[in-house]
């Protein structure tokens, strides 16, 4: 199974980023021929820049995996309203790290890619909402953005045309779902990141402030720029179709070392991520579990066989380390890839611990504004935690995946399914560990206090 | 897809039956429409769609096109098959179109209606027995109607604030609070006076005041009625009577010319509370919290119930007598009022036709605050216009009947509940001037009157009140006045029928209405008491667009396109 040949990384986000000569600064940026794409595209009429974003392929690297260029046809030009490009740079999905080296190692490359971007979509402003945790980032940003200023790629008259774009950082306040791009919107509003319904507040149509808004992510905008510089054609080469270009995977957990690597989509199995890039398992451990794309995407049991047809009609029948990287391979056995965060897990990890931290988690970032998720959040962590701390009963599973399966679909955004997705296929693929601790522990229904 | 030829109206599927709704309306609003309850605790007609309660998600599907050519795709039967989205949609959120089909009971819903009542109820405090909204509670009755009927939960229950004051009137319970944001977006988008928000977040998320901010605009009250739970409560309500006990009777606020509907709640005839009717024409659904202190006047100390004949206690009927005696032939002169019912003011118009009098009228002005307390502070101003007691639009002095008590023109005074010393007469200007005095509470003028005879409030008579875009509108009698009065139209029309000659007039409704609607020439022309709808009737008030009303814009109200448009 395992291949002899490491496979090769291939950098073209994070091309310069681990190189000890290379810094953050605006000369070193220039000097590795930075902002030539800012230049070419101004010679481009904007719409061109959007075809060639759709030639490319190029999907979200957020998390949904959207096609960025469509993204940008949904936009509303007709309304007459000012247009916003905001960068999502609120990375907060457990096992994601990918747009924070962007931005701390070469922030050059994100402002290159948004303002190419902004001149595509024509839009009057353009934001970066980092996440509050990420005070070194937004530092590091703002005065990236003041070296970009002063040498005019972004302010006024950019590069001495008729366009003007601005260009700010704002830092949110500290939670998860401003990474939801309607509730981005809302906090950046100055408001409770409350998601709003959609429809009708889509933010291509009703955005920031009700204006046609376009939200990207850190590495999609980057991807932007290199977009222009390979070409749309020859970027959607780069992968495979509908998979195109690289991607930054975060591997954590129990392997030798976690880290992020660049590969181009599809071009190493999730098996050789864990054995070849990143050394393998701890030493006398084997492999249990894998979480493919963030802490919400579904989880993987090791011993798992998967099978069927992938959407070009050819047959698959796969273990979990055959499960190719890229968009679609996760997709296809009942996960996703998210945002890239693969967190691996070895037989030391007890699967009701991992669920309760999982639940803390999105108990403590639900935005209390609708009722599944709010209720349904907190109700699963205390079962899980009730059940970590001895006290499970045996219809505890049960009741998880029921209270699951009442958010998940049922929410104003797509954390009701973060949070409910887990904890289903925690159930399905680990139920038997739920019972075990039923029957070892307490077993009794804590009803001191109803 | 329109039907009957009707563009403004669509036909949809409505759990398998084809129904007409009108276009552009959402979901819930449809189904009510045919008699199908969505159930609902965050959705407001008259408030923006929050979506977030989840309690209205029903199964949606719409006709299948082809997203290529566009043209319909069909089944085996050549019918447009149905695209059915695998998610249930919010209600609230989701406008009719045509041909949607739309199923408010398969199992997908119920079983969402039931995940969502069990989210609900798993941190509330199950304390119906000792919470002031049972009875009119939506969590009791949606528990009922949609709920399991049992818990799953054994956790702990979430602990938050249990009596905070938000405001002078309005008092909070935290853990019943189900996070609606009803009375957020009330605050925000009806009296713009943002000072509710949550803070926390998920299940601790907690409704408050933002700092050094209090609930304490004259609509707070609205919060309670619009709260679907036990969480905002009335201070002045809460604990003091359980709701199934109360009669709720239709009225008229009395505190403007704004003319809110109400419901006013009583029981065994004492008024405990007064909360907001909807008429989409008048008041939406809301009222002023000083609105709802008007039935505190009902028991109140100043109030008369004992009539008096030269200061004596006296019965009411030789009260009458003796004012009847008083007002004969004598020059008399009559103040009426503008809160008066227009039946009064019609009787009242009689009196002084029969006897000659001169008639008078004051009025009574505050400040409008642009919503629903106009600075006209009087109910019915329009009705004296229009029953013809005053064709000037009268100002808060009665300078003319002062400058005529001066001259010595008039012997006698009939007043109508005013005040006449606080209007710009002295008690140099009644010397040798007989005084009788018809209304509910002691004043001034009352005290100095020679024959004194006790009147019903509003909350103990029938009648109408023609409001500030001249909507006619019937209110009835809640509660019973005090042992041994009579309403103002009996001792009218017993005052007309003995100081005329034919002396016929009857104090039944029906037959004022009769004679109010005579004349062809009346805007009540061809109506009849019994007609006026529930929601009240828009009159045509052209006739008096000269008048400068002083009304501002306002809910329902714009002072310059109101004539206009009735």
């Given at each position: ?227 222009l510089e390979i070409g749309g054609e020859e970027f959607s080469k780069i992968g495979k179709p509908n998979n195109t ?86 997709a296809s056995v009942g996960s996703m890839s998210g945002s890239g965060g693969i967190i691996i897990m070895d037989d ?103 | ?566």
């Amino acid at each position: 199974m395992i291949k002899k040949n490491t496979p090769k990384e291939r950098r073209i986000i994070l091309k310069h980023a681990d190189d000890p000569k290379y810094s953050n600064k605006i000369g070193c940026y220039l000097k590795n021929d930075g902002y030539s794409m800012l230049k070419k595209a101004f010679k481009m009429k904007p719409e061109e820049i959007g075809e060639e974003v759709m030639k490319s392929g190029v999907r979200g690297r957020g998390g949904a995996g959207f096609p960025a260029g469509m993204k940008w046809k949904f936009l509303d030009r007709k309304s007459g309203k000012p247009i916003y490009l905001i960068c999502n740079a609120d990375e907060s999905e457990p096992g994601t790290f990918k747009d924070r080296q962007i931005m701390h190692k070469d922030p050059h490359q994100l402002i290159e890619g948004m303002m190419i971007a902004a001149y595509a979509i024509q839009a009057k402003q353009a934001f970066i909402y980092i996440r509050a945790e990420f005070f070194k980032g937004a530092h590091i940003l703002e005065e990236a953005i003041a070296e970009a200023k002063e040498k005019n790629f972004c302010g006024d008259n950019i590069l001495g045309s008729s366009y003007s774009c601005d260009l700010v950082v704002h830092r949110g306040a500290g939670a998860y779902i401003c990474g939801e791009e309607t509730g981005l919107i809302e906090s950046l509003e100055g408001k409770r990141p409350n998601p709003r319904i959609k429809p009708p507040y889509f933010p291509a149509v009703l955005g920031l402030y009700q204006c046609p808004t376009i939200v990207n992510n850190v590495e999609t905008l980057c991807n932007v720029k290199h977009v222009l510089e390979i070409g749309g054609e020859e970027f959607s080469k780069i992968g495979k179709p509908n998979n195109t270009g690289t991607r930054i995977w975060c591997v954590s957990g129990q392997v030798k070392k976690p880290g992020y690597y660049e590969f181009e989509c599809g071009a190493l199995t999730l098996g050789e991520m864990i054995y070849d890039v990143c050394g393998g398992l701890l030493p006398g451990r084997t492999l249990k579990a894998v979480i493919p794309g963030g802490s919400s995407s579904k989880i993987l049991r090791a011993d798992e066989r998967f099978s069927g047809k992938l959407k070009d009609g050819t047959d698959f029948d796969w273990g979990i380390e055959d499960i190719p990287l890229d968009f679609d391979g996760p997709a296809s056995v009942g996960s996703m890839s998210g945002s890239g965060g693969i967190i691996i897990m070895d037989d030391t990890v007890d699967m009701v611990e991992a669920m309760a931290n999982i639940n803390a988690f999105y108990a403590h970032e639900s935005c209390g504004q609708c009722t599944p998720c709010r209720e349904g959040s907190l109700w699963m962590k205390k079962i899980t935690k009730r059940m970590c701390e001895g006290d499970a009963r045996d219809e505890d599973a049960d009741l998880l995946l029921s209270v699951a399966n009442q958010i998940e679909g049922r929410t104003i955004c797509a954390f009701g399914e973060a949070a409910a997705w887990p904890t289903q296929s925690f159930i399905a693929k680990f139920r038997n560990e739920f019972e075990e601790k039923a029957k070892n522990g307490n077993n009794k229904p804590s009803l001191q206090l109803i | 897809m329109s039907s009957n030829g009707n563009s403004s109206m669509i036909t949809i599927n409505l759990d398998g039956k084809e129904v007409d709704v009108p276009a552009g309306i959402n979901i819930i609003e449809a189904a009510s429409i045919h008699g199908t309850e969505v159930p609902h605790y965050c959705y407001h007609p008259q408030l923006s769609v929050a979506g977030n309660c989840r309690m209205c998600l029903v199964e949606m599907g719409t006709p299948m096109r082809d997203r290529g050519t566009g043209e319909a795709i069909l089944d085996q039967d050549g019918v447009q098959k149905i695209g059915w989205i695998p998610k249930p949609i919010i209600g609230c959120g989701t406008n009719v179109s045509p041909g949607m089909h739309i199923k408010t009971n398969s199992s997908m819903v119920k079983g969402s209606q039931e995940g969502i009542m069990e989210f609900l109820l798993v941190n509330h405090p199950l304390d119906c027995p000792i919470c002031d909204q049972a009875g009119e509670c939506r969590l009791q009755e949606f528990a009922t109607d949609y709920g399991r009927g049992y818990s799953r939960y054994v956790e702990r229950k979430n602990v938050k604030p249990k009596r905070t004051k938000l405001g002078p009137r309005v008092t909070l319970d935290d853990e019943r609070c189900i996070l609606c944001s009803r009375c957020i977006r009330f605050c925000q988008e009806v009296v713009d006076d943002d000072v509710l928000g949550f803070v926390d977040r998920g299940s601790f998320s907690t409704l408050t005041c933002f700092p050094g901010k209090e609930l304490s605009n004259n609509y707070s009250l609205n919060t309670v009625d619009l709260c679907p739970v036990g969480a905002l409560t009335s201070t002045d309500f809460r604990f003091k009577m359980r709701v199934w006990f109360l009669k709720e009777s239709p009225s008229i606020c009395t505190e403007s010319s704004a003319g809110c509907n109400t419901l006013v709640s009583s029981r065994e005839g004492e008024i405990h509370r007064i909360t907001p009717r909807r008429n989409d024409a008048v008041n939406d659904s809301w009222m002023t919290d000083s609105g709802r202190e008007l039935y505190k006047q009902v028991k109140s100390e100043d109030r008369i119930v004992t009539p008096h004949v030269s200061s004596e206690p006296s019965k009411l009927a030789d009260a009458i007598s003796s004012a009847s005696e008083l007002l004969k032939d004598q020059k008399l002169a009559i103040v009426g009022s503008c809160r008066s019912t227009v039946e009064e003011q019609y009787l009242l118009t009689k009196l002084a036709r029969n006897t000659k009098a001169k008639k008078f009228l004051r009025g009574h002005f505050g400040e409008d605050d642009g919503i629903l307390l106009s600075s006209d502070r009087t109910p019915n101003l329009r009705g004296a216009l229009a029953t013809g007691f005053s064709v000037k639009y009268p100002t808060d002095q009665l300078s003319d009947l002062s400058r005529a008590l001066s001259k010595g023109q008039f012997e006698t005074l009939l007043v109508i509940g005013e005040d006449i010393l606080e209007s710009g007469i002295s008690q140099d200007d009644l010397k040798g001037v007989k005084v009788v005095f018809l209304g509910t509470h002691k004043n001034q003028t009352s005290a100095l009157a020679d024959i004194v005879i006790p009147t019903l409030t509003a909350f103990e008579k029938t009648g109408s009140f023609i409001n500030r875009t001249f909507h006619l509108q019937s209110f009835k009698q809640a509660v019973p006045g005090p042992a041994g009065l009579l309403p103002d139209l009996n001792i009218l029309s017993s005052l007309i029928n003995s100081l005329s000659v034919d002396g016929d007039q009857s104090a039944d409704l029906a037959q004022i209405w009769k004679q109010l609607s005579k004349s062809a020439t009346s805007i009540f022309h061809k109506l009849s008491f019994s007609s006026i709808p529930s929601d009240g009737l828009q009159l045509n008030g052209e006739k008096w667009s000269e008048l400068d009303f002083v009304e501002k814009k306002a809910l329902h109200f714009s002072p310059t396109k109101q004539l206009q448009e009735a």
